[in-house]
């Protein structure tokens, strides 16, 4: 039909955006190492900016500026989408025999021998220079905090090995934006970011045990723990209280940041997302966790758009 024919369904990992452009247009030889840095699910970067851009607005709000700073953000884009594929390049160096034996991720590059180890340890330094490259842009004290994000992606691929909840672990690396956009302004941590930042960890681990729903049986055979298994029938119950968890410490942050109506309601708006998230799981339904997994993507964009409208119309209206 003259049109670009579908890879083969053994070269696509499992839970890969469907029709994503690197398997319709990305060269062949490129296309291993694209998955490898999880650029066929964006889903990854975007929960790993957004806390970041949070706390930009949230700082935005507190220093009074008229928005975040445009720069800032754009360098949290691309050191976001380059720290997601350096942290899943490890994460899947680090995994390549557990992933072999979970249907979902034997499909991985490394686990299905597209890639070999070495290979892959070139491409993750390749990524996290991009990476130290944005961090230099930022002041002293931004780029230490910065640097100090690397031990929980260090530790977190061991930590389903011996945590019954390494969610957990995985959080504290996720939310790490959370603390980097209001360093990066006032050079200095504060009470508006550390709460932002716990309740981001909060955040994390409500929606990755919602993506972990997908692998519960497998996980079990294998032997990777995870939430999912911990909370067990307990699951809605617990996905609902992180969440609950995460909606109040974001707004304690967002409040005590000096943010008017327009960052409550989107606080407030953020919170009900949640909570239809949590109404809908069905724990039977890996593909329907899934979708509502990546709708978190969702959620923290209505959360972002509220502070910045703060940021932009507070001083319009002499708040």
Known sequence: MGGVSSPPAENRVADAVAGHWVDRLAPA??????????????IGWWLLLLPCWWSSALAAIASGAAFPDPAHLALFFVGAVAMRGAGST??????????????RTRSR?????????????????????VGLAVLLQFNRTAILV????????????????????????LGLAFAWGALMGWVAVFAHLDAPALLLYAGTIAWVVGYDTIYAVQDIEDDEIAGIRSSARFFGRRMQ??????????????????????????GLIGVGLFAGHLAAQVLRLDTRDGRGALDLFRSNRDAGLILFVGLAADAIIRPLIGA
């Open 237 to 262: 119950g617990a996905i609902g209280l992180c969440y609950g968890v995460s909606a109040a410490l974001i707004l304690a942050a967002t409040f005590l940041a000096g943010a008017g109506p327009i």
């Open 109 to 129: 590059p490394l686990p299905s021998g597209q890639i070999r180890a070495r290979h892959a340890v070139v491409f993750l330094v390749a990524q996290a220079l």
């Open 90 to 103: 490890y994460n899947d160096i680090a995994d390549r025999d557990l992933d072999a034996r979970v249907e």
């Open 146 to 169: 910065g640097m100090a994000s690397l031990l929980p992606v260090a530790i977190y691929p061991f930590m389903k090995r011996v945590m019954p909840v390494p969610q957990a672990v």
């Open 29 to 42: 030889r490129a296309r291993p190492y694209l998955r490898l840095a999880r650029i066929d699910r964006p």
